[in-house]
């Protein structure tokens, strides 16, 4: 049988092989042979030591590792996707880590809102306290890897729900917040299937709410929240609204602009200049006392021109400026025609603040066992004794009979003295511009006239000479300098 060409040519080659492996084998049992004799030809083969390779060291025989991919970013829960101005919202998933980054698109800063890793699988978003209604788009970002969320900020806007859809599609009735935060109200006639009537009553049961009646939340609704009058679900008000003040010191209205509220308890007449009034309080306090008139010492009503320097009483009928005179005699009876009533200080500018137990209790001038007569000036709130006796007080059931004193003994009489039931060092000699206020405040008008014609020592040295001080009637205001050394009378103040 003839093979073809091909196949004769794969027959030679398979005889050759088979000869080749044939002496192959011969030369490895010949080799084994020789290695079993002894003396014969020993042959061996040295092995290579293994490569060891070093963690952390690279080379050409230890190339690095292949990096590990890091777990990608996941987002796989969102507590809520309407959140509040102020809020924070917890997100939750997998492989959270300090590289995170976030940034927002919507009506908000994006450097406002702020995101903490609490962990490997929570997220915290912190909502900021003014963030304005609207769409907010979240972009995260951590190592090649983003993810987005779509929150939405109600902007405060809690009284209504939040409805995206066109009105038309959204039934009658039903008030809610669109995507721009303006309040709409549903077009649609929905009917209802159950057949319940529509509410047509304020407070109905049992109906379906239209426009004119919608749903309230009756939780947000007290009386005092309604107007009087009025009813609302069924919530009969009781709030009165005051109508906004308009005259000083009305009362059951509404403080605002120039009408303010004002703790009239804090406040006395004496605390207001004469002529002004604040919260229903008429002033009294009288700052400029101007003497008086006495018609029976003068009055003149002839030309300017020929005023005589003489004593003259005319019978005239108006009290000019020149017609007034000092306290001498007791408080002049009237004021100057074209001068107003508060300037004109006399009694009603003196209280009668008269004590024996150091102020506990009152009573009036003369009236206990001890004639110690303590008088206030309204104006200046000084206090002032009546002059002391030689024990530094006014122990008589009449004015005491005042006691001389120098200048360094009149300050050692008042500092020491316990007038009234006042502990030692409550009084003090007055200054002479306090004395000067006492007659100008009109001290006359309440004092004894042999007691006010006194001269009466002050504190104050006189600055020509360190050897004189001041003194002062109180009758007429008169002050002097005086040798320190002149006995004359005390009164203290406090």
């Known amino acids: 049988m003839i093979q073809p060409q091909s196949q004769l040519a794969d027959l030679k080659v398979t005889k050759r092989l088979a000869h080749s492996r044939f002496a192959l084998a011969l030369v490895v049992l010949s080799l084994g042979a020789l290695s079993a004799c002894k003396g014969g030809i020993q042959a061996s083969v040295a092995e290579k030591p293994a490569t060891i390779c070093t963690a952390g060291v690279v080379s050409a025989k230890c190339p690095a590792a292949p990096a590990q991919p890091q777990p ?39 450097k406002a809102l702020g995101v903490t890793v609490e962990s490997q699988n929570r997220l915290t978003i912190s909502i900021p306290d003014q963030q ?7 972009t995260f970002s951590q190592d090649g890897t983003t993810q987005n969320i779509n929150l939405f900020s109600n902007g405060g806007k809690t009284d209504q729900p939040i409805i995206t859809a066109d009105p038309n599609l959204i039934c009658s009735g039903i008030t809610f917040y669109d995507a721009i935060g303006t309040l709409q109200v549903g077009k649609r006639a929905c009917g209802s299937s ?49 109508p906004d003040c308009t005259t000083d010191g009305q009362q059951n209205c509404a403080v605002s602009g120039d009408f303010k509220a ?3 308890t804090a406040i006395s007449t004496w605390d207001l200049r004469a002529g002004k009034t604040l919260a229903g309080v008429n002033g009294e306090l009288k700052t400029n006392c101007r003497n008086a008139v006495n018609v029976a010492k003068f009055n003149y009503d002839g030309a300017v021109g020929g005023l005589p320097n003489t004593a003259t009483t005319t019978g005239g009928t108006n009290y000019d ?3 007034t ?67 530094g007080n006014t122990t008589t059931t009449g004015p005491a009979g005042p006691a001389d004193h120098d200048w360094a003994a009149a300050i050692n009489a008042c500092n020491n003295s316990t007038y009234g039931g006042y502990s030692a060092g409550s009084w003090r000699l007055p200054t ?16 004894a006239a042999d007691a006010a014609s006194l001269n009466f020592w002050s504190a104050s040295t006189d600055a020509q000479d360190q050897t004189l001080a001041n003194s002062t009637t109180l009758s007429n205001g008169r002050t002097f300098a005086t040798s320190k050394v002149t006995t004359l009378y005390v009164v203290c103040v406090k």
């Not at 304005?132 to 979240?138: A, K, S």
């Open 72 to 110: 990608k970013l996941l987002i796989d829960e969102v507590k809520k996707i309407v959140v509040s101005p102020g809020e924070s919202l917890s997100l939750t998933g997998e492989n959270f880590r300090s590289s995170l980054q976030l940034s927002v698109t919507g009506p908000a800063d994006p």
């Open 132 to 138: 304005p209604f609207g769409m907010l788009t979240l």
């Open 194 to 242: 159950s057949g319940q009537p529509k509410c047509s009553s304020d407070g109905a049961l049992g109906c379906i709410t239209v426009s004119g009646f919608p749903s309230a939340q009756l939780s947000n609704i007290t009386a005092s929240s309604v107007l009087s009058g009025k009813t609302i679900a069924g919530v009969k008000g009781t709030a009165i609204v005051s």
């Open 262 to 264: 004002a703790n009239v």
């Open 321 to 323: 400026y020149w017609d």
């Open 325 to 391: 005179i000092d306290d001498y005699d007791g408080i002049a009876p009237s004021k100057v025609t074209t001068w107003s009533a508060d300037t004109y200080c006399d009694s009603s500018t003196w209280a009668d603040v008269t004590t024996t137990d150091g102020g506990k209790s009152l009573a009036p001038c003369g009236s206990g066992t001890s004639y110690t007569c303590i008088y206030k000036d309204k104006i200046s709130n000084l206090q002032v004794t009546d002059p002391l006796d030689s024990t």
């Open 432 to 447: 002479q511009k306090e004395l000067m206020s006492l007659y100008e405040h009109g001290i006359a008008s309440v004092k």
